[in-house]
């Protein structure tokens, strides 16, 4: 059932994104929603900064800001949208995105997955729940997994070089390590590194597993700001195009299968009452950024560092809705 959920969820996505890419743009002052978004929820104080994470615990949670991308690479920006955080869970959106370049679609269901497991992105029941494997690539669990291929692939002295162009060419521009953030989580990822070895163990995991799991760290704690990040989403909205660069980073065809799997955990256990709620297929990190796609016309980023209990935004995820209401953006609403 839940595999023929996600064949449905593909197939719909597909249509979407090639009915919105024809769909004529209505006028809309783009400018105007995001600056109401912005002063509509900027005297949120709900949630809290990730403080298991001692670096992501001292980022000042009072900074805000939103940046919509159009696919033609028009950028609108409010609030603070050039402070470098932690793209943490959101890279690994674009992992996967290499990950089916190099090994197509059906590779990543079969050694990684593509459902949802109710339960927290960190989860070692998850596992064995789901038949001892790593369920998809959005947990921390798929997303070691996703990275083993790529340094299996290409090597432990070749990986980062290849994976940093990657990243680079959905950005616009090299990202940075911030070295205090990597230092912090590998001083304190020891659940990850046995989440790693569980997979060995079931033959989930395709390299070293202490080394896949330092790397997804290493990974995890590259620094974006917001422009960044809708950057990046934008180029999904754009078929796998980056909408400013025009490089293509990933095959049209492979775009509505990475949406499909953000629609169906992007904000890991929350997803469902997302999807209910806002209809964007989005990707959540605990740095305090949340992206959303709206295939075929724009994508959202916003920074927002205080938490929900899963870990996503509570800022970001009010501004999105918002944004998505007053845009008519909901990917379920017929033409």
């Known amino acids: 059932m839940r595999i023929a959920f996600a064949v449905l969820t593909v197939l719909f996505l597909g249509s979407a994104t090639t009915a919105f890419a024809q769909k004529k743009l209505r006028p809309a002052d783009y400018n105007a929603v995001i600056n109401e978004a912005y002063n509509r929820f900027k005297d949120e104080k709900e949630g ?19 940046v919509l991308v159009t696919k033609d690479g028009q950028v609108y920006q409010v609030g603070e949208t ?62 070691m997994a996703t990275t083993s291929l790529l340094t299996s692939h290409f090597g432990h002295e070749a990986a980062w070089e290849k994976v940093d162009d990657y990243f680079a060419g959905f950005a616009g521009r090299r990202l940075k390590i911030i070295d205090e953030l990597y230092k912090s989580e590998a001083a304190t990822n020891e659940h990850n590194q046995a989440i790693a070895m569980l997979l060995k163990s079931y033959g989930y995991m395709y390299d070293d597993p202490l080394f896949a799991c330092d790397f997804y760290t290493r990974q995890c ?49 929350t997803t469902g009452q997302w999807m209910y ?11 305090g950024g949340i992206i959303s796609v709206m295939p075929g016309r724009f994508a959202i980023a916003v920074f927002s560092p205080p938490l929900d209990k899963a870990g996503n935004s509570v800022r970001a995820q009010e501004a999105i809705k918002f944004i998505s209401d007053k845009l008519n953006a909901n990917v379920y609403i017929g033409q």
């Open 48 to 66: 809290k900064n990730a403080d298991y994470i001692p670096f992501l615990a001292k980022v000042d949670p009072g900074m805000y800001g939103i």
């Open 82 to 143: 050039k402070f470098e955080f932690g793209i943490e869970s959101i890279e690994k959106v674009f992992t996967l995105c290499m990950a089916m370049e190099l090994f197509g679609d059906q590779a990543i269901l079969d050694k990684i997955g593509a459902d949802q497991t109710g339960l927290p992105f960190n989860s070692v029941p998850a596992i064995e729940i789901d038949g001892k494997k790593p369920s998809n690539p959005l947990v921390n669990a798929g997303a």
């Open 221 to 269: 704690s590259y620094g974006v700001n917001a422009h960044d990040l809708a950057l990046m989403a934008g180029t999904l909205a754009n078929g796998g195009v980056n909408p400013v660069t025009k490089e293509r980073l990933i095959q049209e065809k492979y775009v509505p299968k990475v949406l499909a799997i953000m629609g169906t955990t992007g904000l890991y256990e």
């Open 277 to 287: 709620k806002v209809g964007l297929p989005s990707k959540s990190g605990v740095g």
